[in-house]
């Protein structure tokens, strides 16, 4: 299958005073046209890094400094910033966190809107405000034809999150890169909104990479979910798999830690310790002090994905050919 | 020992005698009227904000009453009215008998009662004074109120305090920035259990934390309830969790609670159409890709809320009835719920 996105060993570094520090260390996966990746993990665990590594959005002194991002087979990791802003808008789209603060609150929604499409597409002024108008029809806001002259502080939360999406889908993207885009909203607004999301992609056609560490979220929206761990990719596969049956220890704990609608227990499993600071991730397999099933070797052998049943885990649990030899050994 | 509010701690087995905290017909209105030149000039009205209308709760000792509610439906407003940080507009707050309010506003039994009533803050980043040492930090309150005074002991005393939430003594010279943000949260319920209080205020206690840590925090907040018998008003928009942690659920919408019922009532049959709203509202893990029907719309400006019943532009089950008169709380087979569909048994 053709793959719209390829992130092959992407490493972000931060050169601070007291050393280089590595947020993202080898992080590879990638999506493909038209499908909904999920990035979770807790916060620290690089996943909104990602994101802005990949709309080339990383905040200095941040940099790539290894690995590379193929959109469609061509490299966008290293392109000058004036191509980049070309890609930005028209073949990437962005939604982030907070609803007010990617909206100018000096223009005018449709002024933002009308001004995207007229950079990314060849169209008059007449059709851009159209098209504008057709977008916040799309994504659910009443009366658009008034309510595109409105500034984004007459919108509420929610109403606002709308014409973000309408905004990051303006120049018909093919990957829509998603910030935490509900974590910001109420309850009965989140659901609107990620629903929204899916269908307008999905009718599109547009890939999303969808940031959250909502797991209820990923569980309702995606396609494939990547869990994230201290700047690497702990496990990937299909979301379902990854949900019913996690290969890695972290994404089963972290599974049991969610309180559970359906099920009561008197206590909720808890993963002792906190995610380690960039300054202080542990040799070996970055989980092991605070895994129940760490082993000799995850101390110092740092795992690579690799296949466990229907996904892909970086946990020494799922080598094949040293758990044979182990058996052998035993025999 | 000699100090009197040692002697006081609270019964570690819950009594079957008249609830602890009783809120009765609580109201708080903000006026956020523009300034007076502009309302003289511009002729605008007064206008008044009803961020709580009207609640009334009970809360047995040792038990856990959570309300829930969207952004905006009075829900923190309730907790800042019950700690004293706000006088009611109308109503009581009688507190193991007594009418708190008329002794926050006096001396001595004020000072008394904000030992037994704590406060549990969202933001574990902000409500920790970052130019503090934890000791101070954990100390301040019983420094506060004079229940201990020499170094030694208060020392010990803050040690004591940080194990019971997990931490260690020797955390106790470090400043709040050397603590992620789940060991923040532990301080700050280690400095609300200072003065050994009867009744926990937790004001969304957990929802900046991660979900791992989230889980720490809410199982020692179990404990710890169990140990010394605390009281707990658990202010949550997060459902799932307050299914974990309470024995009670209100449910708030603009201002008032909707529904009112113990929490395996409320889970498994939810009465108010908005809890069940709420409750479809909250996305499983058990049903991957599961399409949804969202309900529409958004919570009302609470400075100009909908006639009737403030739900019934949002509710599927709404009638001419329910736009013009306001629904009452009834008890309904054991739930309070305050919905004409329901008092009528069209749902």
């Known amino acids: 299958m053709d793959k719209l996105l390829e992130v092959k060993d992407l490493v972000v570094e931060f050169p601070t005073r007291r050393g280089v520090l590595r947020a993202l260390d080898g992080v590879s996966f990638d999506i493909a046209p038209g499908e909904i990746l999920g990035v979770v993990g807790e916060s620290g665990a690089g996943k909104s890094l990602t994101g802005a590594a990949i709309i080339g959005l990383l905040e200095p002194p941040g940099r790539i400094a290894g690995g590379e991002i193929r959109l469609q087979g061509q490299r966008i990791d290293n392109l000058p910033p004036a191509p980049m802003r070309r890609i930005r808008g028209r ?4 939604i982030f966190q907070d609803p007010l603060t990617s909206l100018n609150p000096l223009y005018s929604i449709g002024r933002q809107l009308t001004e995207t ?30 309510r595109i002259d409105h500034y984004p502080h007459q919108f509420s939360g929610g109403m606002r999150q709308r014409v973000v999406i309408a905004l990051a889908l303006a120049a018909e993207p093919q990957l829509v890169v998603a910030d935490e885009p ?58 379902h798999e990854v949900i019913h049956r996690p290969a890695h220890p972290y994404t089963a704990g972290l599974m049991s830690c969610i309180p559970d609608m359906e099920v009561e227990r008197e206590r909720l499993h808890q993963i002792d310790g906190a995610m380690p600071r960039l300054t202080e991730i542990p040799r070996g397999c970055a989980f092991h002090p605070r895994c129940d099933k760490a082993m000799l070797r995850c101390h110092d052998q740092r795992p690579e994905l690799m296949p466990a049943g229907a996904t892909r885990a970086a946990c020494w649990l799922h080598d094949v050919a040293a758990t044979a030899a182990a058996q052998e050994m035993s025999r | ?20 905290v009783v809120a009765q017909d609580l109201a708080r209105t903000f006026d956020v009227s523009a300034p007076w030149l502009n309302r003289v000039l511009e002729r605008k009205p007064r206008q008044l904000l009803h961020a709580v209308d009207g609640v009334s709760f009970e809360i047995a000792r040792g038990q856990t009453l959570a309300l829930v509610g969207e952004s905006g439906c009075g829900k923190s407003t309730v907790a800042r009215l019950l700690v004293g940080l706000y006088a009611p507009t109308r109503g009581r707050f009688v507190f193991d008998g007594q009418d708190a309010h008329a002794a926050y506003r006096s001396g001595a039994p004020g000072r008394l009662l904000r030992r037994r009533i704590q406060m549990i803050f969202q933001d574990p980043y902000a409500s920790l004074n970052p130019r503090w040492r934890v000791e101070d930090i954990v100390a301040e309150p019983l420094r506060e109120h004079g229940l201990l005074s020499d170094p030694k002991a ?56 991660d979900v791992s840590v989230q889980a720490q925090v809410l199982n020692i907040m179990k404990d ?24 009670q659920v209100g449910v708030m919408y603009l201002g008032r609670l909707v529904e009112l019922a113990d929490k395996r009532t409320l889970f498994t049959q939810p ?77």
């Open chain 2, 271 to 347: 009465r108010h159409p908005y809890t069940r709203m709420l409750l479809d509202a909250i996305p499983k893990l058990h049903d991957t890709g599961r399409a949804r029907t969202p309900v529409q719309g958004e919570v009302p400006n609470p400075l100009n809320p909908p006639s009737g019943c403030a739900f019934h532009p949002r509710c599927p089950h709404a009638n001419a009835r329910c736009s013009a008169e306001r629904p009452a709380m009834q008890t309904l087979g054991g739930v309070r719920v305050a919905c004409h569909a329901v008092e009528e048994g069209r749902i």
């Open chain 1, 91 to 94: 073949r990437i789209g962005a």
């Open chain 1, 117 to 146: 499409i007229l950079t990314h597409l060849d169209v008059t002024p007449a059709e851009a405000r159209e098209r504008a108008i057709q977008l916040l029809r799309d994504t659910g806001i009443p009366a658009a034809e008034e």
């Open chain 2, 1 to 20: 020992m000699s100090n009197p509010v040692m002697e006081m701690a609270p019964a570690v087995t819950p009594t079957a005698s008249a609830p602890l």
């Open chain 2, 154 to 209: 208060l020392r010990e005393r803050v040690g004591e305090l940080l194990r019971s939430v997990g931490l260690s003594p020797h955390d106790m010279v470090k400043y709040p920035h050397q603590f992620s943000g789940g060991q923040r949260q532990r301080i700050s319920i280690a400095r609300a259990l200072a003065t050994r209080p009867d009744f926990l205020v937790c004001d969304e206690p957990t929802s900046a934390l």
């Open chain 2, 224 to 247: 710890l309830q169990r140990q010394q018998g605390l009281t707990y008003l658990f202010i949550s928009h997060n459902l799932a969790v307050v299914r974990h942690v309470s024995d």
């Open chain 1, 182 to 239: 509900t974590t910001a909203l109420d309850v009965s607004i989140q659901a609107q909104i990620i629903t929204l999301l899916k269908r307008i992609c999905r009718q599109r056609g547009a890939a999303v990479m969808l940031v959250t560490h909502d797991m209820g979220v990923i569980a309702e929206t995606c396609d494939r979910v990547a869990v994230m761990y201290a700047g690497r990719v702990a496990e990937i596969g299909p979301v």
